[in-house]
């Protein structure tokens, strides 16, 4: 935006100048015609009359001299503008491509939020409502995870060692028997692996 408001000023200022400069330049034409017209013959008013022609041949020059220095800080502000208008381009490139991206990611993520809601809700049916409703008191109080897999008499969980009491009490439960850490109360999961 700064660089097209300076490239925008010069603009203006250039045009400004370029009048400045038609003003002189036709105050000068219509004293000249005068002059060679022959209007004119006092010998002071012709003096006076040469000498303003002189005078303003002057001023065009230093008028056309600001006029070229204009130009070239607004041939500078529009090589600016260009370069910046370049640069935002492949911003806004980047950051579609990045938003493309991201929708893709969400719209994958949203498919498997509902893959794994149907999943959940097919094993939930199966589930005594009991327990169901343990494991999602548990999950609500523990930040997402209500149960925790027991691996190498470690609870994955609060990631926590059990005691040696703990494992024998686990290790003499039935198969189907909830067991819960001591630690951070999440249901316990046995497998194979579990260090029983």
Do not use: W
């Not at 005068?34 to 002189?54: C, H, M, Y």
């Not at 491509?97 to 498919?111: I, K, Q």
Request: charged letters at 35%; hydrophobic letters at 35%.
């Amino acid at each position: 935006m700064a660089a097209q408001t300076e490239e925008s000023d010069t603009a203006r200022e250039q045009t400004k100048a370029e009048q400045d400069v038609d003003q002189v330049r036709q105050r000068a034409t219509r004293d000249q015609q005068r002059l060679d017209s022959g209007a004119v013959t006092s010998p002071k008013d012709l003096e006076n009359l040469q000498r303003e022609i002189v005078s303003l041949a002057k001023r065009q020059g230093d008028l056309e001299d600001v006029v070229l220095e204009i130009m070239e800080r607004r041939e500078s502000a529009q090589e600016r503008v260009a370069e910046l208008t370049e640069r935002v381009g492949s911003v806004q490139g980047k950051i579609d491509d990045a938003t493309a991206r991201r929708n893709a990611s969400f719209e994958e993520l949203d498919g498997e939020a509902a893959t794994v809601t149907k999943e959940r809700e097919v094993v939930a049916a199966s589930l005594p409502a009991d327990l169901l409703k343990l494991y999602d008191k548990l999950r609500e109080q523990q930040g997402g995870i209500g149960a925790a897999r027991l691996h190498q008499r470690t609870c994955q969980g609060c990631r926590q060692e059990l005691a040696i009491t703990d494992i024998n009490e686990i290790r003499s439960a039935a198969p189907d028997t909830v067991v819960r850490c001591e630690n951070c109360r999440r249901i316990l999961v046995r497998t194979s692996e579990s260090g029983l």
